[in-house]
């Protein structure tokens, strides 16, 4: 499945998340762009899950109106992330398009 990260998750989770294809914002070139933006070209170009550490995007974004799931990670900290990566696999194999969920990283 084509996983999108956002500019805060952690590049290392990527290494937990096999055999699932995960791309960063920075790598295709997209950091500059608005998670509004991001949302639509990730979708547009074929990723199934966005993750995020914006905690705000749930009041940002109309997050009904794309088949994109998106998995929202309570922390920035790698460190913290690396102990929960079971909630965060979980969360991220069992998305479903146009799902939103948060997982709350200890």
Do not use: C, Y
Request: net charge negative.
């Amino acid at each position: 499945m084509p996983i999108l990260f956002d500019q805060g998750t952690p590049g290392p989770l990527r290494e937990f998340l096999n055999p699932h294809q995960v791309e960063t914002a920075f790598e295709r070139g997209w950091s500059t762009l608005s998670n509004g933006e991001l949302l639509a070209v990730g979708e547009q170009e074929g990723f199934e899950v966005f993750v995020t550490t914006d905690r705000n995007l749930r009041d940002q974004q109309n997050l009904g109106r794309g088949n994109i799931a998106i998995v929202v990670l309570s922390s920035t900290s790698w460190p913290r992330i690396q102990k929960a990566v079971t909630a965060v696999k979980q969360a991220i194999d069992t998305a479903l398009p146009g799902s939103f969920k948060e997982v709350d990283i200890p």
